[in-house]
Nanobody, 113 residues
Framework: QVQLVESGGGLVQAGGSLRLSCAAS??????????MAWYRQAPGKQRELVAG???????NYADSVKGRFTISRNNAKNTVYLQMNSLKPEDTAVYYC?????RGQGTQVTVSS
């Protein structure tokens, strides 16, 4: 089994930056081969995929964050990151990481206008 712990959320003004981290522990083999991703869910909206990255480093992004967000992973540290720049109020949501079938508890990101 894989356990996930997210960190890095908070309150930031529009135009600012935040970096989310998600540390995985447990089955190391499962972590290394797994795809990793970040989702988000805003109040009253469905959860959406923000970005994903394969075990070889190939990344994909939601259209709404392309050019502003960057997903990366450090396999030696079993950690996935989400660098968020040029944040907008509409980026406000709870952000969740995913590693294979495992899901984190979420971290709140609030962007003020």
């Amino acid at each position: 089994q894989v356990q996930l712990v997210e960190s890095g959320g908070g309150l930031v003004q529009a135009g600012g930056s935040l970096r989310l981290s998600c540390a995985a522990s447990g089955s190391i083999f499962s972590i290394v081969i797994a795809a990793m991703a970040w989702y988000r869910q805003a109040p009253g909206k469905q959860r959406e995929l923000v970005a994903g990255i394969t075990n070889s480093g190939s990344a994909n992004y939601a259209d709404s964050v392309k050019g502003r967000f960057t997903i990366s992973r450090n396999n030696a540290k079993n950690t996935v990151y989400l660098q968020m720049n040029s944040l907008k109020p509409e980026d406000t949501a709870v952000y969740y990481c995913a590693v294979g079938a495992a899901r984190g508890q979420g971290t709140q990101v609030t962007v003020s206008s």
